[in-house]
């Protein structure tokens, strides 16, 4: 591989005489130069596997080959298989290696659920989807404040690597201060030293979503849906170039002017600016409060910790009138 960089075709001496020189194959380097065939049928199925797993997130290949042979495709499970690695998706369920993150990244623990958001920048969240070209899929990621459900932040990028993710967080700082806690996945780009450097430079406390936890980060997945449905479908995008500017417009379109049932139909733009109609919560369904209790500012308390004493409150308040109940019973 490396020799292979050696070769260049505005160089003196020949492409043929250089491959000599530098022991390398022609046929090898020729090979390396020619594009990759599209494949039309790859990217039909690949289209109809975006759009399903965008409403059931949690379709692994089996439950994709049968959706397949609904829509009139007949396919095995490896190829199946191949075009989901191919754009990155798996199943949102628990399972064996759902969600692989670098063996050599430090993964971090969930720090939400139970924790009541009730101001802006005090937590935020990031996601990669991926997003579907006439002839071929583009990756975005996007950072969203919890509190409001504004896009604070996004890029898009035709690779994986860490750093069109480093570029949109280092966007977001700048432009709308810093949060209390950053939130992501295990995914190998927000694991990365590059990502979690900024967090760390910034004193940010960092949260994971838990393996093949698909509500943990709910707020993204919900944005992602609505990107999908709301835009890229209905547009059929056929470059990048286009992908961009309608990014931009949805966007814009999105924090400012589009109602938000959850927010009690206002915009994202305006509960942000308000710091008021917003607020979010992962509820805890396992009664035990998991992992590192995150302080709140505004009270000085955790909401898991007011939530054991409102607890502990009403227990007594209960244990009480059952004894009234005892003596006027006895008194009878």
Request: with cysteine; proline share 4%.
């Amino acid at each position: 591989m490396m020799r292979q960089a050696w070769i260049g075709s505005d160089a003196a001496v020949t492409v043929v005489r250089q491959c000599v020189l530098a022991g390398v194959s022609r046929a090898t380097l020729y090979a390396r130069r020619r594009p990759t065939p599209i494949i039309e049928a790859d990217q039909l199925l690949k289209r109809l596997i975006d759009e399903e797993y965008t409403r059931h997130p949690f379709y692994g290949s089996r439950k994709m080959v049968l959706h397949l042979g609904r829509c009139g495709h007949t396919v095995n499970r490896k190829r199946t298989q191949r075009l989901m690695r191919s754009l990155g998706l798996a199943g949102m369920a628990p399972g064996p290696n759902t969600s692989r993150s670098h063996p050599q990244h430090k993964v971090y623990p969930y720090l939400l659920r139970g924790v009541a958001v009730v101001r802006p920048n005090q937590v935020w969240s990031t996601d990669i989807t991926y997003i579907r070209l006439a002839r071929g899929f583009v990756y975005l990621v996007a950072i969203i404040d919890w509190y409001s459900r504004r896009v604070l932040s996004w890029r898009i990028s035709n690779s994986m690597e860490a750093v069109f993710c480093v570029d949109c967080l280092e966007d977001a700082l700048r432009a709308h201060g810093k949060p209390e806690v950053f939130n992501s996945d295990q995914g190998a780009q927000f694991t990365s030293d590059s990502f979690t450097g900024v967090l760390n430079r910034e004193r940010i406390t960092i949260s994971m979503d838990g393996r093949g936890r698909a509500f943990d980060n709910i707020f993204v997945e919900r944005l992602w849906r609505s990107v999908k449905h709301e835009d890229v479908y209905l547009k059929g995008y056929a470059t990048v170039g286009e992908l961009l500017l309608g990014l931009t417009q949805y966007f814009s379109f999105y924090n400012g002017e589009r109602p938000h049932q959850g927010l009690k139909n206002r915009t994202p733009d305006s509960v942000y600016q308000s710091a008021a109609g917003g607020g979010a919560m992962i509820v805890n369904k396992y009664g035990a409060i998991e992992g590192i209790p995150i302080p709140l500012r505004s009270t000085g308390s955790t909401f898991a910790e007011d939530e054991l004493r409102n607890s502990g409150i009403q227990e007594e308040e209960n244990r009480g009138s059952a004894v009234q109940l005892r003596v006027e019973s006895s008194a009878t």
